[in-house]
């Protein structure tokens, strides 16, 4: 069972490069986040699901585009990216009205 | 909409010493209440959750937490803190509504402990 796992762990863009990042989870939960995290900002909610072929968005989601093909699977783009995109960039998971799991981060600098 | 307020940015305590960190929320009515804990370079683990019920909160690593619906406050305790507690930590705030909840935190706020 290995939780919540995230791909890449690292990455550098260049500006206007586009990518996707991939967050899996093996618990069966039907929500999936993704947040990013900014020095003195705390976490802010990018978007996030609540099923397979569902997707809403959060606090910040201008700039990323998500899609839940699989439930297990929810994948973050970034079409086009941007200086104010580095950041480190945390997936999600829970099962309704229960407590998210959080996956390890992935550190994305976009130069 | 709901926020979350951790006055403290940073803290710094002695091994030993018992701490207390604030959070303070803005909700309408009582809202599902988190701390979770985030060592350096790592994910965020949950320290202890608040749902309903018993105010006083016990969670791991010897935390536990207070909810005070009169002063919207949910504040972290440990009466002894070791110098691997040394992380930042993050209160958050979940709008309940059916079984979806969204959580919204707090900018962090982040401990040093000297031996």
């Known amino acids: 069972n290995a939780g919540v796992t995230q791909t890449p762990k690292f990455r550098v863009l260049k500006t206007g490069q586009s990518m996707t990042l991939l967050c899996a989870q093996d618990?069966?939960?039907?929500?999936m986040y993704w947040y990013r995290q900014d020095p003195g900002m705390g976490l802010r909610l990018i978007h996030y699901?609540?099923?397979?072929?569902?997707?809403a968005k959060g606090e910040v989601p201008d700039g990323y585009n998500v899609s839940r093909l699989k439930k297990q699977n929810f994948l973050l783009g970034l079409e086009s990216a941007a200086p104010s995109q580095t950041s480190v960039y945390f997936c999600?998971?829970?099962?309704?009205?229960?407590?998210?799991?959080f996956g390890p981060g992935t550190r994305l600098t976009v130069t | 909409a709901q926020s979350v307020t951790q006055p403290d940015i940073h803290i710094t305590v002695s091994e030993g010493a018992s701490l207390e960190l604030r959070c303070n929320y803005s909700?309408?009515?009582?809202?599902?209440l988190f701390w979770y804990v985030q060592s350096p370079g790592q994910g965020l683990q949950l320290l202890l959750k608040?749902?309903?019920?018993?105010?006083l909160v016990q969670g791991i690593k010897g935390f536990e937490a207070e909810f005070k619906r009169s002063q919207s406050s949910f504040n972290l305790r440990k009466p002894s803190v070791h110098w691997s507690d040394a992380a930042e930590y993050f209160c958050?705030?979940?709008?309940?509504?059916?079984?979806?909840?969204?959580?919204?935190f707090g900018k962090g706020t982040l401990l040093t402990v000297n031996p």
């Open positions: 958050a705030v979940g709008a309940p509504g059916g079984s979806n909840y969204k959580l919204t």
């Open positions: 909700y309408g009515a009582t809202p599902y």
């Open positions: 618990m069966n939960h039907e929500y």
């Open positions: 999600a998971s829970s099962s309704p009205g229960q407590k998210q799991y």
């Open positions: 608040y749902f309903s019920g018993d105010t």
């Open positions: 699901s609540v099923g397979e072929g569902t997707t």
